[in-house]
């Protein structure tokens, strides 16, 4: 299985169906979606679905979401990391979006944080980008903290399935004058 970055309490690997009841286990509570459009997963094989075509993206696009593994315990966290968007989204087409969904026992760790950090600097060593994007749920503000302190900034309001969200990025010039330096200790595979 490949491993695309490590950071020092995370691996951020390919997602694999041996996932899939970790995934399913976070992905079927209603907590977890409160932001998202209140759907959680009903069954595992709509989870093991999702995981194919994680992988499906992986082989057409070269990029898709990874799932988090803390290092200390092995643990499932749940999956974060890069999504290449091919559809139109405020004039932009073929742009990054950085995001991460979290188990309930993770939540408040940083470990939001920790994986988008990594998956930027993925996005703009690795995979030469020159802007990376996301979105969060207006309400959500832990999210919207997490995506503040990996450096995206809020430039505009955003709709997103018709849930009101705000529009984040980060250039890679922005990113490299006054983000860059927090990142040595991240490894990329």
């Known amino acids: 299985m490949k491993i695309f970055a490590e950071t020092d309490r995370l691996i951020l690997r390919e997602m694999i169906q041996e996932d899939a009841e970790a995934f399913f286990e976070m992905d ?3 907590e977890v979606h409160k932001y998202l459009g209140n759907k959680p997963v009903e069954s595992l094989q709509q989870t093991r679905e999702v995981i194919e075509f994680v992988r499906q993206q992986y082989l057409d696009t070269g990029i898709g979401r990874w799932t988090l593994i ?3 315990s092995g643990d499932y966290v749940g999956w974060g990391g890069l999504k290449l968007i091919r559809e139109e989204t405020k004039n932009i087409i073929d742009y990054l979006d950085v995001g991460y969904r979290l188990t309930p026992k993770h939540w408040n760790k940083g470990y939001a944080t920790e994986s988008a950090i990594a998956s930027v600097k993925y996005g703009f060593e690795k995979l030469k980008h020159s802007k990376i994007y996301a979105t969060a749920h207006k309400e959500n503000k832990a999210s919207r903290h997490a995506l ?3 450096g995206l900034i809020y430039t505009e309001d955003h709709e997103w399935e018709g849930i009101p969200c705000d529009w984040f990025e980060i250039s890679f010039e922005t990113w490299k004058e006054k983000h860059s330096f927090n ?5 990329l595979f």
């Open 148 to 150: 503040e302190k990996t």
């Open 70 to 72: 803390e290092k200390a």
């Open 28 to 30: 079927s509570k209603p």
């Open 183 to 187: 990142t040595s200790k991240i490894l």
